[in-house]
């Protein structure tokens, strides 16, 4: 630190930060406990961007972003270009899996939100386990796009054959499915200009020395099916009424899933993949069920990846406690456990020598407590979860978007000033 | 208790559902009361909540029990002479809702289930609710009791300014409020001027026993 000459500091700021970060993860001891930047609306709000905006405006959620790293100097950041910057695209596919401020009535400043609807059937996982492309392309996806509708009429290519597929050209001329293609590539058009400026920004970042904490997302087949397929009242019902077929179809997309993930990852400058787990919560299902349903296509999925030389990072929302002791069968130091609600005092006991724990400063004092609170969350942290290394600070899920600046501030101090390994 | 009507507990509260089905629409055809099916039907939701608080069913089985209710429910419904339905709701009014902005329901939801089993009048005004709702709907229901319900940080905003509301109403006074959902604490507790928080539906249960001074 001290000889470091100004050309090259931002170069050793990177490689400094990178290195903390694989150490918390490898379960070394790093220099000093890394801090994660994990933001959606907080920062943009801080930068006086309006919800819609940082939706729409690609270079004013870039510079948004930028301003909270300079002021926070974080040792990596999650990237919220791919999460948030997606307003245009979706305006021109005519998405309806979403409803997003500035759009359809919803004011400017709220932020986006997931509808839970029933977009597969209950008779269609006999479907998608027969086909899951035919299944998306002719059913799933018209669903959920207006530019996607008329995707129901393309041909049923595996059903083809020789002068049959000469045939099915006739297709591509059907006026409907012209005009989706036409309007698909202006959607097209648009999200290369938000990912050139996104890749551009990340580039930026990199040179000022900041790293990015992930680069790919990857799902639990379980909530695949739970959030974006049956809803949460059909999964539910599913686990009793349907239950091989719910095992089948999600022992097929443990297989598809990571077919997404690898390459985005393995062409990006982070290795970690980010896996945010929805329904794993101690209410949200019995031991049985969680050891039936939900671990092992999830651990399926974790396993490809690590063979694959990437790092999950599962995020286990709410609180997942009961669970601790199901989840161990994992390499050790390959992966991150993030939890939001867990006891992390326990997780720590529990899992301590086996995985990196992310977490888990409550969103309830970063809205509501005050700076001297959040001090003393982190030391705890600090010296109990982060006792020997294994450890990585943030928000218990990230920065809620309602956070007072100076407990964001707080937790960032608290980090540096407690979190150092002597 | 007959053969059947024994049987349709058991089915109910084993989580077998289509078979509950079936055997309903047989007792139906076989001439059965239908307001005994309701009551038959209230005794199994109170073994499923007990056995929910028990931590011996989870989510899953209150919302496969809601499911098998409502299916009920709507073979029943046609046959009941007006007036029926056999429900008694002894201890008081209740009204729950999600507050503005925020679309989680199912916490909620089992916190009805649970109140209503308990024997409380639940009404439930669903999710997103406006603040200009919740006192219209107080205004009418006059409820003891108001929960509110929110999963997001924007919740503690929105529930902040629904106790607020119901202040300025001039309805705050001989009311408990209480708040849950996702991350409430004793913090957030006093931040909204709440009366009391709760982490689960048996909090919610306990709460009203309390102040409706319901003995065990
Ligand atoms: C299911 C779910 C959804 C579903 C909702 C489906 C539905 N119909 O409700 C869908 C997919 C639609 C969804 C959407 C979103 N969600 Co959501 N969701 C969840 C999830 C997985 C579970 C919540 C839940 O329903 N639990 C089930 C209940 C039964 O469990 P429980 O809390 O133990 O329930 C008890 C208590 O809450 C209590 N209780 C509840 N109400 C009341 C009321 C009173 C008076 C009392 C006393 C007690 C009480 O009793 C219940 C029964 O025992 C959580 C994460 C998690 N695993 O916890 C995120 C979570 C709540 N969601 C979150 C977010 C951010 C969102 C979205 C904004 C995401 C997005 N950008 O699209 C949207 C927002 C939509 C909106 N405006 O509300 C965040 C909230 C973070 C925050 N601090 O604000 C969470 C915590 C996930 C996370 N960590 O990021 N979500």
């Given at each position: 630190m001290n000889t470091a000459t100004q050309p090259t500091s931002n170069n050793e700021l990177y490689a400094e930060r990178v290195q903390r970060l694989n150490d918390a993860i490898a379960l070394r001891q790093p220099d000093r406990v890394p801090i994660i930047m994990n933001s959606l609306f907080w920062h943009t709000r801080h930068a006086g961007l309006s919800f819609r905006d940082a939706m729409y405006d690609y270079d004013g959620l870039s510079a948004a972003t930028r301003k909270a790293l300079d002021?926070?100097?974080?040792?990596?950041?999650?990237?919220?270009?791919?999460?948030?910057?997606?307003?245009?695209?979706?305006?021109?596919?005519?998405?309806?899996?979403?409803?997003?401020?500035?759009?359809?009535?919803?004011?400017?400043?709220?932020?986006?939100?997931?509808?839970?609807?029933?977009?597969?059937?209950?008779?269609?996982?006999?479907d998608y386990i027969f086909d899951p492309t035919g299944f998306m392309l002719h059913k799933y996806l018209p669903r959920i796009a207006t530019a996607f509708e008329p995707l129901a009429k393309l041909p049923n290519f595996p059903s083809l054959?020789?002068?049959?597929?000469?045939?099915?050209?006739?297709?591509?001329?059907?006026?409907?499915?012209?005009?989706?293609?036409?309007?698909?590539q202006k959607a097209g058009e648009e999200m290369g200009r938000m990912l050139g400026k996104t890749v551009q920004f990340i580039d930026d970042m990199a040179a000022l020395g900041y790293p990015l904490a992930e680069s790919a997302t990857a799902l639990s087949p379980y909530d695949l099916f739970a959030d974006y397929f049956r809803g949460s009242k059909g999964i539910m019902l599913d686990m009793f009424m349907r239950k091989d077929l719910l095992l089948e179809a999600m022992d097929k997309a443990a297989k598809l899933i990571p077919l997404q993930a690898i390459p985005a990852a393995k062409h990006s400058r982070s290795k970690g993949v980010f896996i945010p787990l929805h329904w794993p919560g101690d209410g949200l299902m019995s031991p049985d069920q969680f050891?039936?349903?939900?671990?092992?296509?999830?651990?399926?999925?974790?396993?490809?990846?690590?063979?694959?030389?990437?790092?999950?990072?599962?995020?286990?929302?709410?609180?997942?406690?009961?669970?601790?002791?199901?989840?161990?069968?994992?390499?050790?130091?390959?992966?991150?456990?993030?939890?939001?609600?867990?006891?992390?005092?326990?997780?720590?006991?529990?899992?301590?020598k086996l995985v990196c724990l992310r977490g888990n400063v409550p969103g309830t004092v970063m809205s509501a407590g005050n700076p001297d609170d959040i001090k003393a969350y982190c030391k705890k942290l600090i010296e109990v979860a982060g006792k020997g290394g294994g450890f990585i600070m943030d928000g218990g899920s990230g920065i809620p978007d309602e956070s007072k600046d100076e407990n964001v501030q707080a937790m960032f101090d608290a980090t540096r000033e407690y979190g150092g390994y002597a | 208790m007959s053969d059947n009507q024994k049987k349709l507990i058991e089915m109910i509260v084993g989580m077998q559902s289509p078979e509950a089905i079936e055997l309903t629409k047989v007792m139906l055809e076989e001439g059965a009361d239908p307001n005994t099916i309701l009551d038959i039907c209230r005794?199994?939701?109170d073994s499923v909540?007990?056995?929910?608080?028990?931590?011996?069913?989870?989510?899953?089985?209150?919302?496969?029990?809601?499911?098998?209710?409502?299916?009920?429910?709507?073979?029943?419904?046609?046959?009941?002479?007006?007036?029926?339905?056999?429900?008694?709701?002894?201890?008081?009014?209740v009204l729950i809702g999600t507050v503005a902005g925020d679309l989680h329901d199912i916490g909620k939801n089992i916190v009805t289930f649970m109140l209503d089993v308990n024997g409380f009048e639940v009404k439930d005004i669903g999710i997103d609710v406006p603040v200009a709702t919740f006192i219209k709907e107080i205004q009418d229901?006059?409820?003891?009791?108001?929960?509110?319900?929110?999963?997001l940080t924007l919740a503690y905003d929105a529930m902040k300014e629904t106790v607020e509301a119901i202040k300025t109403a001039g309805l705050r006074d001989n009311m408990k409020i209480m708040i849950g959902g996702g991350q409430v604490d004793q913090v957030i507790c006093d931040y909204t001027g709440a009366d009391g928080f709760g982490l689960n539906a048996m909090h919610a249960v306990k709460f009203c026993k309390e102040w409706f001074g319901v003995k065990e």
């Open positions: 002021e926070l100097q974080p040792d990596a950041y999650v990237l919220p270009h791919p999460i948030m910057a997606l307003g245009p695209t979706m305006d021109i596919m005519g998405y309806r899996q979403l409803k997003w401020p500035g759009h359809d009535g919803v004011s400017n400043d709220v932020p986006f939100q997931y509808l839970d609807k029933e977009y597969m059937k209950a008779d269609e996982y006999a054959y020789y002068t049959r597929i000469i045939h099915s050209t006739r297709s591509f001329a059907n006026p409907d499915l012209v005009n989706a293609f036409q309007t698909l050891k039936t349903f939900y671990w092992p296509p999830l651990r399926k999925v974790v396993m490809t990846l690590i063979e694959n030389g990437l790092t999950p990072i599962m995020f286990w929302e709410g609180g997942c406690t009961s669970r601790l002791e199901h989840i161990m069968d994992i390499p050790p130091g390959k992966c991150v456990y993030f939890f939001e609600r867990t006891d992390i005092f326990k997780a720590k006991e529990v899992l301590g | 005794k199994a939701m909540g007990q056995k929910f608080e028990a931590g011996e069913y989870f989510v899953p089985e209150l919302i496969l029990a809601g499911d098998m209710l409502e299916r009920i429910s709507e073979l029943v419904k046609p046959l009941l002479k007006e007036g029926g339905g056999g429900q008694k709701k002894t201890h008081g009014k229901f006059q409820p003891a009791v108001v929960g509110l319900s929110g999963f």
